[in-house]
């Protein structure tokens, strides 16, 4: 039996509601990593990327509205996910799987992304294994997670968002960048973004701030943000370790 988690017997606590003003939201949330790729391809230019965790399928639907050209492909645990997310998409592919020891057998992408889903796992190390696997020669790898060496952690302290049952693998910054690093990658960016874990900032009009910064920088490169963002390069020089 896989050791996991998800709770299959329970409602998902990732399904999320589908309306315009959330889409929205959404759209902001991921704004940061939205920019990256932006950075990394062209909008014409065909590419492939594989998103570990689709949750309700939000970022892949995003992706595939944005970069028509590109072979995007979706991992997800939880079924009742794996068909909500397929039903945001066109083209894109969603598939059912385990984040810690999936197998696309001789499949690879260009890019691995996966936003929020490595804290979940009790075996981290093991999903890098099998990222390294399935990316191709300098293939790009970005993961955002909870960041313990926050602000809110450190203000909100017990009642921090980022606390929860099924969170079994925070680390800090700059815990998480040693971690990556140690596994096989060069970091190109790591940073965090702002201040989404302090109530008072999700509220306006200082939301109105939070959000802005967001949407118009997504991330900077400090250790005190909400959530730890990475860009790594798979290091050839370390594909056997």
Request: glycine share 6%; net charge positive; charged share 25%.
């Given at each position: 039996m896989e050791n996991v988690t998800v709770d299959l017997n329970s409602r998902s606590l990732y399904i999320e509601p589908n309306t315009k003003f959330y889409r929205f939201k959404r759209k902001l949330k991921t704004s940061p990593i939205l920019k990256?790729?932006?950075?990394?391809?062209?909008?014409n230019q065909t590419f492939s990327l594989l998103e570990i965790g689709t949750g309700s399928g939000f970022l892949i639907a995003f992706l595939?509205?944005?970069f028509p050209q590109a072979e995007l492909t979706g991992l997800e645990y939880d079924h009742r996910l794996v068909a909500l997310s397929q039903s945001k998409v066109k083209n894109a592919?969603?598939?059912?799987?385990?984040?810690?020891?999936?197998?696309?057998?001789?499949?690879?992408?260009?890019?691995?992304?996966?936003?929020q889903v490595i804290e979940h796992l009790y075996?981290?190390?093991?999903?890098?294994?099998?990222?390294?696997?399935?990316?191709?020669?300098?293939?790009?790898?970005?993961?955002?997670?909870?960041?313990?060496?926050?602000?809110?952690a450190k203000?909100?302290?017990?009642?921090?968002?980022?606390?929860?049952?099924?969170?079994?693998?925070?680390?800090?910054?700059?815990e998480w960048k040693t971690f990556i690093e140690k596994n096989g990658f060069t970091s190109i960016y790591c940073g965090s973004t702002f201040f989404t874990?302090?109530?008072?900032?999700?509220?306006?009009?200082?939301?109105?701030i939070?959000?802005?910064?967001?949407?118009?920088?997504?991330?900077?490169?400090?250790?005190h943000g909400e959530s730890f963002i990475g860009i790594f390069r798979l290091d050839n020089n370390k594909m056997n370790n």
């Open positions: 990256r790729i932006r950075k990394i391809v062209q909008k595939e509205s944005e592919n969603i598939i059912h799987g385990n984040a810690e020891n999936f197998d696309l057998k001789d499949k690879t992408f260009d890019i691995i992304v996966s936003l075996n981290p190390e093991l999903m890098l294994t099998s990222v390294k696997k399935h990316l191709n020669r300098n293939g790009i790898f970005i993961l955002t997670t909870p960041n313990l060496e926050s602000l809110s203000y909100m302290k017990n009642k921090w968002h980022g606390y929860k049952s099924d969170h079994v693998s925070l680390k800090s910054y700059t874990g302090i109530p008072i900032f999700n509220k306006l009009p200082l939301g109105l939070n959000w802005g910064l967001l949407f118009f920088i997504g991330s900077i490169k400090w250790k």
